[in-house]
């Protein structure tokens, strides 16, 4: 079983539709990183949240840690083709181990 | 500021056959990571490496190793390939080991594929 569940696995919308990523886990991470990552190309790391219930934007993209720190959502405004990737969520857990989520395949269609 | 590097990017090889896969991780970053990632099974973590000391390991057989040398640059073996190794085997550095931002820099990968 992953430690830090991520949904929805797969995801294909028109240009211009919002979407949310979710990330879930029945554990407290100290903090939780969100990649995306393009076909043939390592991840790049996004956004990293840290306190219970931060909420950080990058453009269009708004990213939240649960208010217990269990948990964190991925939410794209109108999104564009560029957007399309792998998105992958990792939390720090125990202090000095990185557990990484199964991610979510984002196909945006123009 | 340079990026992580792997070498090669691309590397074809039979099956029994050995392999040694290299990273050089971003200047000042003390810490390497390694994994497999697979379609299947997604990222998966192989081991880390902090001041040349092995500090997590995952749940892989014995074939996979790693080493870290004095200036960060790191190593991974995998002898005896399986056609199960196919896969992108990622580096990432950081610049220690856990913390409360722990946060990973990747390179863009060997893409390896044992025929």
């Known amino acids: 079983t992953q430690l830090l569940e991520q949904s929805p696995q797969f995801l294909s919308i028109q240009e211009g539709e919002n979407l949310t990523v979710y990330c879930n886990s029945s554990?407290?991470?100290?903090?939780l990183q969100w990649y995306r990552q393009e076909p043939g190309e390592g991840p790049v790391l996004l956004v990293t949240v840290v306190t219970g219930g931060e909420v950080k934007k990058l453009k269009r993209l708004t990213f939240q840690f649960g208010d217990a720190r269990k948990d964190s959502s991925l939410h794209i405004t109108a999104a564009q083709p560029g957007d399309t990737g792998l998105y992958l969520c990792?939390?720090?857990?125990?202090?000095?181990?990185?557990?990484f989520g199964a991610g979510t395949i984002l196909r945006v269609k123009s | 500021k340079a990026g992580v590097t792997q070498t090669p990017r691309y590397l074809i090889k039979t099956r029994g056959q050995q392999v040694t896969l290299s990273c050089s991780p971003i200047s000042g970053h003390r810490s390497v990571s390694w994994y497999q990632q697979t379609p299947g099974q997604g990222l998966q973590f192989l081991f880390e490496?902090?001041?040349?000391?092995?500090?997590n390991k995952g749940n892989f057989p014995g074939r996979f190793s790693g080493r870290q040398f004095s200036n960060s640059r790191s190593e991974m073996n995998v002898s005896t390939l399986e056609l199960g190794d196919s896969a992108l085997y990622l580096c990432?550095?950081?610049?220690?080991?856990?913390?409360?931002?722990?946060?990973?820099?990747f390179g863009p990968g060997t893409r390896l594929t044992v025929t």
């Open positions: 554990s407290v991470f100290s903090s």
């Open positions: 490496y902090f001041s040349e000391t092995q500090r």
């Open positions: 990432a550095s950081s610049l220690s080991v856990g913390g409360a931002s722990y946060e990973q820099y």
């Open positions: 990792a939390g720090a857990w125990r202090g000095n181990k990185l557990v």
